[in-house]
Nanobody
Framework: QVQLVESGGGLVQTGGSLRLSCRASGSIFSINAMGWYRQAPGKQRELVATITYGGSPNYTDSVKGRFTISRDNARNMVYLQMNSLTPEDTADYYC???????????????????WGQGTLVTVSS
């Protein structure tokens, strides 16, 4: 079974920075894309940034120039450096990975998509 665990959320003032981390655990052979999504109160979950296995990033327009996504394939980790935060960035941030090839009790398995439990980022004005 594959699990994603996020860390690094918290409370920060406008203009501040935070770095989110996400670690994938399990008997993992490979992870294709990894990324971050967020969901603000009363809003739908939206993509923040994704990164391919080869390191090519993609960002939603609202975070371009402020956020940087990176990953460590050897450690099965993905990071999100968030700078110049504003109250509009306040949300639960979720780590996403997929497809993931891993060993399950049933043998080699491909998981289409795996989600973390989320970490809260609050930006005060």
């Amino acid at each position: 079974q594959v699990q994603l665990v996020e860390s690094g959320g918290g409370l920060v003032q406008t203009g501040g920075s935070l770095r989110l981390s996400c670690r994938a655990s399990g008997s993992i052979f490979s992870i294709n894309a990894m990324g971050w999504y967020r969901q603000a109160p009363g809003k739908q979950r939206e993509l923040v940034a994704t990164i391919t296995y080869g390191g090519s990033p993609n960002y939603t327009d609202s975070v371009k120039g402020r956020f940087t996504i990176s990953r460590d394939n050897a450690r099965n980790m993905v990071y999100l450096q968030m700078n110049s935060l504003t109250p509009e960035d306040t949300a639960d941030y979720y780590c996403n990975a997929g497809p993931v090839k891993a060993l399950s009790p049933q043998g080699p398995t491909q998981y289409h998509e795996v989600w973390g439990q989320g970490t809260l980022v609050t930006v005060s004005s």
